[in-house]
Each structure stands twice: as structure tokens, then as C-alpha cells.
């Protein structure tokens, strides 16, 4: 994983795009960050058997335990979409249930 929090984006944009050091003060709302108890931070790394229940058992975790926040291929399709982008026509979750295709027709 590559994360840039610079001024400028990694590679040139089609678009124009602010960076987060570029944000207008009345846009944005500065909090503290979460610190956890004692200091320690907690990670459930949940292990399934494909086609098994993964999502299933994942979705009814994620109901009762609105603290922890799922980092996977669904959470960034359910992100991706929720921001306007549309999935490439024929995304499929061809081949199992728990890993879709993440293809959102982009060109890099």
C-alpha cells in the first residue's frame, strides 16, 4: 500500500483535485484522534473458508461492534461506489462469494 499526503498528487490528474493541506478552514472540522484505552489498539482479523459465511458472520460482527471499522475489498467497493465512482460493467464476484473484482474501469 502507497499513501501520498503531499502537496502534489503522485502522478498528474484529469481533474482538478484539492489536496487535504489545500482545504479551507470552514470546510474541514479538526478533532483530536481516538486514543485507546491503556494506549492499545485492538485488530480482529476474522479467517473464513471461502463461500463458507465470511460476509455473513462479518455483517453481524460489524452490528453489534460499531467500533471497529472492516478494511477489505467489499468496504472499498461499498467506499468507491458511495463516492460516485461506477464499477466496470461485468464486476463480478466470479470467483468467490467473499473476494469480488474490483475494477471500476479507470485508466492508470
Excluded at 467500533?67 to 468467490?96: F, N, V
Aim: net charge negative; glycine share 8%; proline share 10%.
Amino acid at each position: 500500500v502507497q499513501v501520498n499526503f503531499g502537496p502534489t498528487p503522485a502522478v498528474p490528474l484529469p481533474f482538478v483535485c484539492r489536496g487535504i493541506q489545500d482545504i479551507a478552514a470552514e470546510d474541514a472540522q479538526a478533532a483530536p484522534p481516538d486514543v485507546a484505552a491503556g494506549g492499545k489498539y485492538e485488530v480482529v482479523v476474522p479467517v473464513g473458508i471461502p463461500d463458507e459465511g465470511t460476509f455473513e458472520w462479518l455483517d453481524e460482527f460489524m452490528a453489534k461492534n460499531a467500533q471497529y471499522t472492516e478494511l477489505s475489498d467489499r468496504a472499498i467497493i461499498r467506499w468507491a461506489e458511495s463516492s460516485g465512482m461506477k464499477r466496470t460493467p461485468g464486476a463480478t464476484w466470479k470467483h468467490s462469494n467473499d473476494k469480488p473484482d474490483v475494477k471500476f474501469n479507470i485508466p492508470m
